[in-house]
């Protein structure tokens, strides 16, 4: 399969904890984002990478998030002292180009906070 | 502030019933109009792209048209089936667009029965 992968496709965690989450984009794509969608919503932006570098961050992640890409490659999402409104379903996109690049989403990573 | 709405929030629709799905829009500068399917539980995936120039694109069963001068755009499913039951989203970006700036929709859950 040459799509997005996501992993862990399902995480229950509880309050307090760690957690951390990979996305493997498609591999000639330079660009990642991820999305952050809880239940009956559209996905809301987090932050978007062009190869290793992290160009925006919503304001929506708090301190408590911090995404990193460090080869251009994989990217990983981690969330500190995690609390039950992180409970979501995190996706991740990765395309390649500009804006009219087609976005393409993995199956995401439902976190489930306790 | 960008904004994208959908109607109806949900519908049920019988198999083998055509059904339309409304999305109206404003955000500026336009650049292209996406709607995604996503089923319950994974990532959404791309049905249509359309830019300024073009009314109207199909895939399959899902024909989408598209009027920049009202920003309206509308998704019709032809000849339903079980599978067509999922969330459509549309998702609309600016010119400047690079997944930061793409807008969703909260979507529109469609649930067709036999």
Not at chain 2, 59 to 81: E, M
Request: aromatic content about 8%; some cysteine; glycine content about 8%.
């Amino acid at each position: 399969d040459t799509g997005v992968s996501q992993d862990p496709r399902h995480k229950i965690t509880k309050r307090g904890q760690n957690v951390t989450f990979r996305c493997d984009p498609i591999s000639e794509h330079n660009r990642l984002y991820w999305y952050r969608q809880t239940l009956g919503q559209g996905p809301e932006f987090l932050t978007y990478f062009q190869n290793e570098a992290q160009l925006e961050k919503s304001r929506l992640l708090s301190d408590r998030f911090s995404a990193e890409r460090p080869k251009g490659s994989f990217s990983t999402l981690e969330i500190q002292r995690t609390e039950q409104g992180d409970s979501a379903m995190y996706l991740c996109a990765s395309s390649l180009g500009p804006n009219t690049g087609e976005l393409f989403f993995g199956e995401g990573s439902r976190l489930t906070v306790l | 502030k960008n904004q994208v709405e959908q109607s109806p929030q949900s519908l049920i629709i019988l198999e083998g019933k055509n059904c339309t799905l409304q999305c109206n829009y404003t955000v500026s500068p336009f650049s292209n109009l996406r709607w995604y399917k996503q089923d319950t539980g994974r990532g959404p995936v791309s049905l249509t792209i359309m830019t300024f120039s073009e009314n109207t694109k199909s895939n399959g069963r899902y024909t989408a048209t598209l009027d920049a001068d009202t920003k309206q755009s509308s998704l019709h499913i032809t000849a339903s089936q079980l599978s067509d039951s999922a969330s459509y989203i549309c998702v609309v970006s600016d010119i400047k667009a690079a997944g930061n700036k793409l807008t969703f929709g909260g979507g529109t859950r469609v649930l067709v029965k036999p």
